[in-house]
């Protein structure tokens, strides 16, 4: 199937802990982002990636770091995870000159204790 | 920030009623969009806006870029069950690769 799928679904892990989401697209795009949705299911983006170059940082802490082995994978890195940075994390991806249709993965739930 | 206002909050409405939802902005966008996310799944674009002034259609879905280019609306007609969900709407500002801003949503709940 043709499509954006993250790993894994789901993610607990204790409040220290250095953690990786994983991101693959198969739709042929050229750039890759992240967003995190919060509680009240506000959506917000935190990168995005176009020929391996991030193009977008949203202030978000240096703790979380996006990385693109290549095209096709951004992959998102958290340490010293936070009680805070529980949420659930999508992965979406688009052509360069297509930006505004996005195509979303399920998502990642992370919950930290 | 720039951030969207998007109402209303929550619906709860009956098969078969038509439903409205809009978002507005203080600011400019040169793009709207209108998403669906079903629980537990990413959201799903569901029409995209370029003109001011463009109304599309999607089936029963029909959108519209504002005339000044700070608001949108989306209707829904006669809905089903399955079109229960949240609706987001997101704007792309003026020369921001990319860089979507969405609103808080709007939950649609849809009785048989």
């Known amino acids: 199937d043709t499509a954006v799928s993250q790993t894994p679904k789901y993610l607990v892990t204790q409040m220290g802990n250095d953690k990786s989401i994983k991101c693959e697209q198969n739709?042929?795009?050229?750039?890759m982002y992240w967003y995190k949705q919060d509680s009240k299911k506000f959506l917000k983006i935190m990168f995005s990636?176009?020929?391996?170059?991030?193009?977008i940082n949203e202030t978000v802490p240096n703790r979380f770091s996006p990385k693109s082995p290549d095209k096709a994978h951004l992959n998102l890195h958290i340490n010293s995870l936070e009680l805070g940075d529980s949420a659930v994390y999508f992965c979406?991806?688009?052509?360069?000159?297509?930006?505004?249709?996005?195509?979303f993965g399920p998502g990642t739930r992370l919950t930290v204790l | 920030g720039q951030q969207l206002n998007q109402s209303p909050q929550s619906m709860f409405i009956q098969e078969g009623e038509d439903v409205s939802m809009n978002c507005t902005s203080s600011?400019?966008?040169?793009?709207w969009l209108w998403y669906k996310q079903d629980p537990g799944e990413g959201p799903v674009l569901l029409i995209a806006?370029?003109?001011?002034?463009e109304l599309t259609s999607n089936g029963r879905l029909t959108a519209q870029f504002g005339i000044t280019r700070k608001d949108s609306f989306l209707n829904i007609s006669a809905s089903i069950p399955s079109d229960v969900g949240i609706y987001f709407c997101?704007?792309?500002?003026?020369?921001?690769?990319?860089?979507?801003?969405f609103g808080k949503g709007t939950k649609l709940s849809v009785k048989p």
């Open positions: 997101a704007g792309q500002p003026g020369g921001s690769q990319g860089n979507l801003i």
């Open positions: 806006l370029y003109k001011a002034g």
């Open positions: 979406a991806s688009s052509f360069f000159d297509r930006e505004n249709e996005q195509f």
């Open positions: 990636y176009n020929n391996k170059e991030l193009i």
């Open positions: 600011s400019i966008f040169n793009t």
């Open positions: 739709l042929g795009h050229d750039t």
